[in-house]
């Protein structure tokens, strides 16, 4: 008698409510699945010399492990305790796993941060020699900074010349001599996926999910497939049904793809722990979870057609948006609320010409979940044959060019020339943020004329400047040209000057994707309304900043509203005379 599934079994350690999570900060690295399931970051690569030539200096060093809850800092720092190359190395360091806990009731957190990091306040800093290895997050960092900053300038200094805590600091701030005293890894910017030329490369989620189904002794999850697998039932079970559809590389990839999109389009930060939740939810549907373990057979062995379609993977990934965030996003990317003329051709086909569910069971045999044969006779609702048809499609054929994103992967490859600093690659770029902004409050046919808002609603006439906008690129010099990058933000921080403003003092504009597809539209005709003006009003108040710089300086044209015609007056100052002008420039 069956007492737990033990696919199940071994799929539940990845949940976040397991006392055997994997990511758990708390657990030391000794779990045989939490050994197989690790994946060789750059961070680990990083933070391995960081520790060798800290060793090394003849000084005290304070190396920080940055960034979110959950994100696998104290999970790496457990792997690098189990690296016999750092064993000496790591002697020499004290190591502080959660900086958010103090080690007494009568004292704060901060308080506790501020006795562990004392030897590195600015009048010992040079006289100390510890070395000390601290995993923070980055709120933590930030509250306590703002508490002892006066205490620790040379710290505060660092983490804002790195943009550690604010991304918007890096380079402000000259080096400093004791810069030698601090070094740091920063998960915030390691993302589950890194950049190439042709867009995003979806390691480590690719990674992580061909783990999970590798199919040999030493993984776990694969041995408890195996046992399962010797059961009667085994055939007919969804959930040993979405463990094998993983064997796929082209199914792990669209999950790995979807994770991307979560990330980029939708600004999700996803933790480690989050990540292996979301894998454990989508093999496992959460209506079977909770079936009695003696009562499993019998309970999956009826359940009718429309139940198992959507227990299948590519049908419930897209139907569970109150899951999870991961999953609300994944919601917005169904692409069963898409339209392709062929493809609705082929529903109605579907629904006039032949047996449906006869036709979509021959057509995606990998994908249609297998019948136990006790299933009670049901028709099935039409809505679900025709979303299953859509979602199975995308999985089966998600390559194709009817399902890419032209505007995603143009981001994307913006994203890696300025992670590279390539100039020649921004160019795009900084052209769609010129038109956008001549457009944003309406435009003209004159070239580089910008309308100037007035609090005044005028149906009659505008009034215009002349802007010469221009982006603030690389250098020839900078470039970096890295095939492959593991690092980066994921957005476009780009900067711009006018004839009247130096490129010493820049307007700067952040560019994420939403952003990026709104512009996209402006420089196609769009107008932006006030929801958009309130949503981007960060790229509102750019627009304004640019138009009404040195205002007073500059002549305005004055346009009486007819469209396709040229501006009608001038508006300006005439230093010889000392007096203002207003001159008529339409002759017609």
Not at 22 to 50: G, M, P, Y
Not at 133 to 139: C, E, Q, T, V
Not at 220 to 247: C, K, M, S
Not at 290 to 310: G, H, L, N, T
């Amino acid at each position: 008698m069956l007492k737990i599934h033990p696919l199940i079994q071994q799929l539940s350690k990845l949940r976040e409510s397991s006392k055997e999570a994997v990511a758990d900060a708390n657990v030391s690295l000794d779990d045989e699945l939490k050994n197989f399931l690790h994946i060789k970051r750059s961070v680990e690569t990083e933070l391995q010399t960081l520790i060798t030539h800290g060793y090394e200096q003849q000084s005290s060093v304070l190396i920080m492990v940055c960034g979110n809850v959950g994100d696998g800092k104290s999970h790496l720092l457990a792997k690098m305790r189990e690296s016999k190359k750092l064993s000496s190395a790591l002697a020499a360091f004290k190591i502080y796993n959660d900086a958010t806990e103090s080690f007494s009731p009568n004292e704060t957190s901060n308080d506790s941060l501020r006795r562990i990091l004392a030897p590195f306040t600015d009048k010992n800093l040079e006289y100390a020699q510890e070395k000390v290895i601290l995993a923070i997050n980055l709120g933590t960092l930030n509250n306590f900074l703002e508490a002892w900053g006066e205490e620790f300038s040379y710290l505060k200094n660092y983490v804002a010349r790195h943009g550690i805590v604010d991304p918007e600091l890096v380079g402000t701030l000259s080096g400093q001599p004791q810069e030698r005293h601090f070094k740091h890894v920063n998960f915030t910017n390691r993302h589950f996926f890194n950049l190439g030329a042709s867009g995003a490369l979806t390691d480590p989620v690719a990674q992580l999910l061909a783990k999970i189904v590798q199919q040999d002794d030493s993984n776990p999850i694969f041995r408890g497939y195996l046992a399962a697998t010797a059961e009667n039932w085994a055939p007919f079970d969804p959930v040993l049904h979405n463990y094998q559809l993983l064997f796929q590389p082209i199914y792990r990839e669209v999950i790995a793809q979807l994770i991307v999109i979560c990330i980029v389009k939708e600004k999700q930060i996803i933790s480690f722990r989050q990540l292996l939740n979301f894998i454990y939810d989508i093999i496992v549907p959460y209506q079977l979870s909770q079936i009695d373990p003696k009562k499993y057979e019998y309970e999956i062995a009826k359940k009718d057609v429309e139940q198992r379609i959507s227990f299948s993977l590519p049908y419930y990934i897209f139907e569970n948006p109150r899951l999870s965030r991961i999953f609300h996003n994944l919601s917005l990317q169904d692409p069963a609320i898409r339209r392709y003329e062929k493809m609705d051709d082929r529903i109605v086909l579907m629904f006039t010409e032949v047996d449906s569910l006869k036709w979509l069971q021959e057509n995606y045999t990998d994908i249609f979940p297998k019948m136990s044969g006790f299933e009670a006779d049901k028709k099935v609702d039409d809505t679900i044959i025709s979303k299953a048809y859509l979602r199975y499609e995308f999985f089966a054929n998600a390559q194709e060019l009817r399902y890419k994103d032209d505007y995603f992967q143009e981001y994307l490859t913006y994203l890696y020339a300025y992670s590279n600093n390539d100039k020649d690659g921004l160019r795009g770029i900084i052209e769609l943020i010129k038109s956008a902004t001549y457009s944003w409050n309406g435009g003209t046919k004159a070239k580089k004329k910008i309308i100037v808002p007035s609090e005044v609603k005028n149906s009659a006439y505008r009034v215009f400047k002349h802007l010469d906008l221009r982006g603030i690129l690389p250098e020839d010099g900078e470039k970096i040209a890295r095939a492959e990058i593991h690092e980066f933000r994921q957005d476009l921080l780009l900067k711009f000057s006018t004839k009247d403003n130096p490129p010493e003092k820049p307007f700067e504009i952040a560019i994420d994707y939403s952003l990026f597809v709104v512009l996209k539209n402006v420089a196609l005709g769009y107008r932006p309304n006030k929801v958009d003006r309130y949503t981007y009003i960060g790229f509102d108040r750019f627009v304004e900043q640019v138009t009404l710089h040195a205002i007073e300086e500059m002549p305005l044209f004055v346009d009486q509203i007819n469209f396709g015609k040229p501006l009608d007056y001038v508006f300006e100052f005439n230093d010889e005379y000392n007096e203002f002008t207003f001159t008529k420039t339409n002759k017609s």
